[in-house]
């Protein structure tokens, strides 16, 4: 099980780095939640660490439609000019969802090398 769930870890970093490199859009943003979801609970029901317990409590979860955009005058003026104001605010959502998923992908690097030692 070990080997797994360290595998699953490295996976999702490198999912995440995907996505920061290639600005992700909503769909791909989407999986990745669902994933880092199922991670997520896959260690807090097989993890007995409490230290481990409460790191991996803290990372964040990732709702897109939770995702808040504020649109100004000018934003919404040039989004009306320049191809809509719908595909602004994706956009949008999507910018807020990457910089949340670079956290995620810290906080995974850093449950990786806990879960090493922990497993070892």
Do not use: H
């Not at 989407?30 to 790191?55: G, T």
């Not at 949008?92 to 969802?97: F, T």
């Not at 690097?109 to 030692?117: I, V």
Request: aromatic share 10%; hydrophobic share 40%.
């Amino acid at each position: 099980m070990s080997r797994n769930i360290i595998r699953q870890i490295v996976d999702i970093q490198n999912q995440a780095d995907r996505l920061i490199k290639n600005k992700a859009n909503i769909v791909e943003i989407e999986q990745f939640s669902q994933y880092n979801d199922e991670i997520k609970s896959f260690l807090e029901s097989n993890i007995e660490d409490e230290f481990i317990l409460n790191y991996v409590r803290a990372i964040p979860n990732l709702d897109i439609e939770q995702e808040d955009t504020k649109l100004g005058i000018l934003n919404i003026v040039l989004s009306i000019f320049f191809g809509g104001i719908t595909s602004y605010r994706e956009r949008q959502k999507a910018d807020n969802a990457l910089n949340k998923i670079r956290d995620i992908r810290g906080k995974y690097a850093s449950a990786e090398f806990m879960l090493k030692n922990y497993f070892s």
